[in-house]
């Protein structure tokens, strides 16, 4: 098994552990998840996909919700999405 | 996308924690064919949720090597949001959509933690306690971050230890109850050696944090992210610098599935009979959705349902005693950890209520009913479908919510057109 | 409640709240009953498409004297109506249908309602996420969307402001003879009663046909400038429009908050307000073929309403010719959000013996009775 996975957060490089999840990476980035509907910076606040405060874009896709979605190699997040 | 392919079970469990693991495995063992989906991508639910770093409990371990011994079909990274017509499941996961059929079903859905607004709850880093957690588990980083757990329930020891454990510094535990109700609480718990055992454990491993009781979160500080949080108990005030917040009140169930599906529910929580059956036939019941009542809980009511399920009546049975002990200490839960009316003020007219449509606490406080109030102000009308700001306004506003309504989890449009499907494709069952 | 009124209203949906606004504006002493909320009913399920239509002259009178006391008023909308000038494109799929965005052309051009032929390249340029391949359409950039259960709060606070008084949570057993009974026993008086029940407004009136039609709808998450007009396929005009079978058609909206409202449904006969999944599903495909980008996103809820629906497809505006003192404002079908400012004018001009602004003899009630043996339209 690797021993770490990298990807991209907003087009930067991090890399992470392996059990790691978007929302783990994008913290470790430095980033909030996204604006909410009036502007304010929004970050997980259930970490078990209920309450969709942690929704990224990851590949292209919108409003997935990065606590559930574990980092693989090569992926593409995007924050505010 | 990859097309939907129907499945077909003698016995679906609808959720992989505790007792959706146990009534899987109790159902497969006479041979039937049984599936068990959830959201999580491996098994155990909330309290198992495997961490990346460290082995599992000892309990988590075998009753997953069951699963797999007994060949249940573990459908993970799939949540279940609709049910076209009685015996067919729609759940769809990041790439796909299944149609699942079943003959006999087991919601295990467990629960989810209550948030209570305050000032500053929406900053970043104001997290729930099993949210943090959870993250920790995901490999959040935590050794040295400075945390603060409040709120209230026996969740929050528990979150408190994990996180001691994993290096985190905590500042302090508030824990909104009282003295007294807690003492009530651990007295009521003489009869239960296990959970005296782990209130023992717990202690020492907790020893040296300040523990505060009839003690709560007045507000979250901080420009874009938590910088500190102000504590009070009524009338000290206190503030802490942070880094997170880990914040829960206690745990509500996850029953807008079983609502779905018709299920009767009384005081919030889903009604079964002695073998967890709801009245809807051929459903069952097991776990937090029927009473919050913890992990061994959980444990037995899944084996019931799953004995019940696969009609072993008479093994079921057996296991009535063991339930009734459990739930009475589910009954002092509840008790011991009812909320404190003082919580009701924490929301500052500004206070945003409705985190996914930023609603405000006085938008709201013209309504006399979540209906109205959602239609008017569009709180509950995001995402989370009111998940946490429903459990929010039950409590500030006394509001039930309304019912139930496809797709009871956000699903991709075309995962909705799947129901076309189930007329073109037979299910064919695996075993 | 001993207090006698000019007239009371029976629902506070959207045709109810503007009805008391005109009303009591005009200086009426009026009372409105309703037995849930403010926009409860059918208002809770619509679109707010603010649209003109032509399925005939009185239909388009109506509707486009509706979209401009709108227009009016848009200044005056609070932000949480959400209305905005959005404008509408029929689309077309094929040249069938292009004939017939240039027959509409005509028909509004003429009326003096502003519209725009769109060749394909201009349909794809304004909605470049419609599919390829399409015929073109025909823009009508007045029309406009709001959010109609806050529409309908605007208005009935207007009403409350000129001293309207509201009765909410309290359900009507009867009318007629100048008074209103509660189900609590009570009773209220007055001199004329306005039946704005919706599809309930058959219930209090006897003799008053009202017919279910039943609508879906799917909301989906936000996703930002996908779409800009609210857009209906022109094949609606030759489906939708069954009298008989259920139909679906291309109806998708942009809301103010990026997200997209997915319609559209007509079912007959469907008494239960459950999600009726092969009518969802078709809708859905319809909607995914004309919009391809659809099929990925995120649906958030699903729900259904009832349409008010008459047998010729124009609602009842005016008295009841079996008692002098009842008035009705109801069965405006799928188009009551639009229609209810004009419905209220032209009733409150009725009322108060004013000169209405369009004729309003299309409308009345009595035509009902002469027509009682009328047959359907076949393809209205
Ligand atoms: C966030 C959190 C953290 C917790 N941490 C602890 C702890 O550290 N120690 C402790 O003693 N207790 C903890 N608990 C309590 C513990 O979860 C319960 O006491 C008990 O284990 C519940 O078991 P269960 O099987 O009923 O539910 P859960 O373990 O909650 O399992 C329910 C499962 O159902 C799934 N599910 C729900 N709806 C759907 C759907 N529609 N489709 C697919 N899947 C679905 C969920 O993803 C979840 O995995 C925690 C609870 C929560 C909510
Ligand atoms: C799916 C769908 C989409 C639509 N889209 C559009 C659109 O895009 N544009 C458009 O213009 N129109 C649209 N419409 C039509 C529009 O929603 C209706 O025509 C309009 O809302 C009717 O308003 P109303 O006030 O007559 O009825 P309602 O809003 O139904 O109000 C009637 C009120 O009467 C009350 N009531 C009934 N009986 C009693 C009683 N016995 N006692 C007390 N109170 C009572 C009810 O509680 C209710 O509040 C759509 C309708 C549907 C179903
Ligand atoms: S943190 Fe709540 S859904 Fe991800």
């Keep these: ?81 | 996308m990859a097309s939907s392919t129907p499945d077909g079970f003698d016995v679906l469990v609808v959720g992989a924690g505790p007792a959706g693991m146990a009534a899987a495995v109790r159902a497969a063992e006479c041979g039937i064919c049984v599936g068990i989906v959830d959201d999580n991508a491996a098994v155990g639910g909330q309290i198992w949720r495997k961490s990346a770093e460290e082995d599992v409990t000892e309990d988590a371990k075998s009753w997953a090597d069951c699963l797999k011994a007994r060949q249940v079909t573990v459908l993970g990274g799939m949540h279940v949001f609709d049910q076209p017509e009685p015996g067919i499941l729609l759940a769809e996961s990041s790439d796909n959509r299944s149609v699942l059929h079943y003959e006999k079903l087991v919601l295990a859905t467990g629960a989810r933690e209550r948030f209570l607004p305050f000032p500053g709850w929406t900053l970043p880093n104001v997290i729930g306690a099993g949210g943090l957690q959870a993250m920790v588990k995901c490999r959040l980083p935590i050794r040295g971050k400075r945390v603060v757990v409040a709120g209230t329930g026996p969740l929050l020891l528990a979150v408190a230890a994990y996180l001691k454990a994993h290096g985190a510094e905590i500042l302090k535990i508030c824990e909104q109850a009282s003295w007294l109700t807690l003492l009530r609480f651990a007295t009521s718990l003489l009869t239960q050696p296990a959970k005296i055992w782990q209130g023992i454990q717990l202690s020492q491993q907790l020893g040296g944090i300040p523990f505060l009781t009839s003690s709560w979160v007045a507000a979250a500080h901080g420009d874009k992210m938590l910088e500190a949080v102000t504590i009070t108990s009524g009338s000290e005030t206190e503030t802490i610098d942070c880094d997170y917040l880990a914040c829960g009140f206690h745990l509500v169930p996850n029953i807008e599935l079983p609502i779905l599906l018709g299920c009767e529910i009384s005081d919030g929580f889903v009604q079964v009979n002695d073998l967890q059956e709801t009245n809807v036939s051929g459903v069952f019941c097991a776990g937090e959705p029927t009473g919050i009542g913890g992990v061994e809980l959980a444990l037995v009511e899944g084996q019931i349902a799953g004995l019940a399920a696969a009609s072993r009546i008479a093994e079921a049975r057996h296991l009535f005693g063991k339930r009734e002990g459990f739930r009475r200490f589910a009954r002092s839960l509840q008790r011991a950890f009812r909320l404190r009316p003082e919580l009701r003020m924490l929301a500052g007219p500004e206070t945003i209520v409705c985190r996914c449509e930023d609603v405000m606490y006085a938008q709201l406080c013209p309504y006399t009913s979540w209906r109205s109030a959602k239609l008017q102000t569009r709180c509950g009308m995001g995402p989370c479908q009111g998940r946490v700001c429903g459990a929010a306004t039950e409590f500030l506003f006394n509001w039930s919510l309304d019912s139930a309504r496809p797709p009871v989890f956000p699903a991709r449009v075309e995962s909705l057109v799947a129901v076309r499907d189930i007329k073109q494709q037979d299910p064919q069952k695996i075993s | 409640m001993n207090v006698t009124y000019d007239i009371i209203i029976v629902g506070a949906g959207i045709v109810g709240a503007a009805c008391a606004d005109e009303l009591s504006r005009r200086g009426m002493a009026v009372a409105i009953v309703d037995r849930e909320w403010i926009g409860g009913g059918a208002t809770a399920a619509g679109m707010g498409h603010i649209v003109v239509m032509d399925d005939s002259e009185a239909q388009f009178a109506l509707m486009r004297y509706s979209q401009q006391l709108w227009h009016k008023l848009r200044l005056e909308l609070p932000d949480d109506v959400e209305y905005e000038q959005t404008g509408t494109i029929w689309v077309a799929a094929d040249e069938e249908e292009m004939a017939e965005v240039r027959r509409k052309r005509n028909y509004y051009g003429q009326r003096g309602v502003p519209v725009e032929e769109l060749d394909a390249q201009g349909l794809k340029h304004l909605e470049p996420h419609l599919r390829d391949a399409l015929a073109g359409g025909l823009r009508v950039p007045d029309d406009a969307v709001l959010y109609p259960p806050c529409g309908a709060r605007f208005l009935m606070e207007r009403a409350q402001q000129s001293g309207a008084k509201l009765h909410l949570g309290r359900s009507v057993t009867q009318i007629g003879d100048g008074c209103v009974r509660l189900t609590d026993g009570l009773e209220m008086q007055a001199q004329y009663i306005v039946n704005a029940a919706g599809t309930s407004a058959g219930d209090l009136t006897s003799g008053l046909e009202i017919r279910k039609r039943k609508g879906h709808l799917v909301i989906t998450d936000r996703y930002a400038r996908f779409l800009r007009h609210q857009l209906l396929e022109l094949g609606y005009l030759k489906s939708a429009h069954s009298v008989t079978t259920d139909s679906v058609a291309f109806n998708v909206q942009p809301r103010r908050t990026g997200q997209i409202l997915i319609g559209s449904s007509r079912q007959y006969g469907a008494e239960h307000k459950e999600v009726d999944h092969e009518i969802l599903a078709r809708m859905l495909r319809r909607a995914e073929e004309y919009m391809p980008g659809l099929r990925a996103m995120s649906a958030i809820r699903c729900w259904t309403g009832f349409r008010a629906a008459t047998r010729d497809k124009l609602p009842l505006i005016g008295p009841w010719p079996d008692d002098p003192s009842l008035w009705l404002a109801t069965g405006h079908e799928g188009l009551g959000i639009t229609a209810s400012l004009g419905t209220a004018r032209i009733l409150a001009d009725q009322i108060t013996g004013a000169a209405p602004e369009i004729p309003i003899e299309p409308y009345l009630p009595s035509r009902m009775m002469l027509s009682q043996t009328l047959k359907e339209p076949a393809n209205a």
């Design chain 1, 1 to 81: 098994m690797r021993n770490e996975i990298a990807l991209k957060v907003n087009g930067t490089h991090i890399v992470v552990p392996p059990g790691a999840t978007v929302a783990v990476a994008v913290a470790l980035a430095g980033q909030v998840c996204r604006k909410s509907a009036s502007g304010a910076p929004r970050g997980p606040l259930c970490g078990m996909g209920i309450c969709f405060e942690c929704r990224v874009a990851i590949n292209g896709q919108p409003h997935c919700r990065s606590c559930q979605a574990f980092c693989e190699e090569g992926m593409d997040v995007r924050t505010n999405g």
